[in-house]
């Protein structure tokens, strides 16, 4: 499997690494499937982060970390879509927004994990060069595959959070076709944004009209 972590071609001085390649690209057919709100979105999202999490091994600890914690939120985000009681007709999962109870949840939760994520990452150099970016992503993806994992219309936002601080570090340490894919993420999160809002509009709908006046 060596040959995962070889260069695949050079585009713009950039050498493009094997696993670069195919892990981002399955992490944009993740995107599309979640976007559609389908299940498979977490089989996907797993085998991508796998491969990634061989890329950035040995190099980039707190983005082979979030890796490990994708795979995780993955196995539990395929069991929580498969037991919600709240799917549409076709199956798929029915979006939401959060309450602002659970907002104000991640928002701390994303606070306090940051910054004892990086003091750990800073007590142990070894750990990271890099200690709040790393922590940053690292707990950013955390929140945002809960929210997604909940149905939560947050995630997108969450996501395009977690990009702002991902694509210049992908690009400053030579994983160019991480940055360039996450850049296209950038423009999908916000259609899935869109999308997802609607959505979650069109399905609090039938309640409200129901209501007795």
């Known amino acids: 499997m060596n040959w995962l972590n070889s ?3 050079v585009a713009f001085d950039q050498h493009i690494l094997w696993s670069d390649m195919i892990g981002n690209i399955l992490g944009l057919i993740t995107l599309a499937l979640g976007w559609r709100r389908s ?3 977490w089989p996907v999202q797993f085998l991508s982060g796998l491969i990634l999490f061989g890329a950035f091994f040995g190099h980039l600890t707190g983005s082979a970390g979030k890796q490990v914690v994708v795979m995780v939120v993955a196995l539990y985000g395929w069991w929580q879509w ?4 709240g799917r549409a007709e076709d199956g798929h999962i029915v979006p939401r927004f959060a309450t602002w109870t659970e907002r104000a949840a991640m928002v701390g939760a994303a606070a306090a ?3 004892g994520v990086a003091l750990l990452f800073k007590a142990y150099p070894s750990l990271s060069w890099d200690p709040w970016p ?15 994992a909940r149905g939560m219309v947050e995630f997108w936002f969450a996501w395009l959070l977690v990009d702002l601080v991902g ?4 690009f ?8 360039f894919v996450y850049v296209i993420y950038g423009a ?5 944004m869109r999308d997802w809002w609607l959505r979650s509009r069109k399905a609090a709908r039938p309640t409200l009209e129901g209501a007795p006046a």
């Open 134 to 148: 790393d922590a940053y992503i690292f707990v950013g993806t955390i929140v945002a595959m809960y929210a997604q």
């Open 172 to 179: 400053a340490n030579g994983y160019a076709f991480s940055g």
């Open 113 to 115: 994990g940051t910054v």
């Open 7 to 9: 260069e695949a071609f």
């Open 39 to 41: 299940l498979w979105t």
């Open 167 to 170: 694509v210049p570090l992908n």
């Open 82 to 85: 498969n037991r919600d009681k």
């Open 188 to 192: 999908l999160v916000l259609w899935g």
